[in-house]
């Protein structure tokens, strides 16, 4: 599956964001879908999944109660909604897939990944 991530922008702490990911070539119903996010100097961090058996999604634990993912099969198009963001929100955010049952936080288990989107968050 080919992923396109886009919705990133410059947004001020306190604000909302909301990421899209695009899949096409295959149906991501049958996929579970995830979000990472990379800080410069930093390594990949697991922000979010969900599973495509409809499991309830887990969270990283730096966005626990802010950040929400969910999918729309009918678009063929997952979501992050992202509030109350903070400075060390700051990041290049990618979607990800995986045609597996469960997800891991380990970026290594994901074996499709879009290109990333860029979210600046001010004081």
């Known amino acids: 599956v080919q992923l396109q991530a886009f919705g990133g922008g410059l947004v001020q702490a306190g604000g909302s964001l909301r990421l899209s990911c695009a899949a096409s070539?295959?149906?991501?119903?049958?996929?579970?879908r995830g979000w990472f996010r990379q800080a410069p100097g930093k390594e990949r961090e697991f922000v979010a999944a969900?599973?495509?058996?409809?499991?309830?999604?887990y969270y990283g634990d730096s966005v626990k109660g802010r950040f929400t993912i969910s999918g729309d099969n009918a678009k063929n198009t997952m979501f992050l909604q992202m509030n109350s963001l903070k400075r060390e929100d700051t990041a290049v955010y990618y979607c990800?897939?995986?045609?597996?049952?469960?997800?891991?936080?380990?970026?290594?288990?994901?074996?499709?990944w879009g290109q990333g989107t860029q979210v600046t968050v001010s004081s």
């Open positions: 969900i599973s495509w058996s409809g499991g309830s999604p």
């Open positions: 990800a897939a995986q045609p597996t049952v469960w997800g891991s936080k380990d970026p290594a288990f994901w074996g499709s």
């Open positions: 070539g295959r149906t991501l119903s049958s996929y579970t």
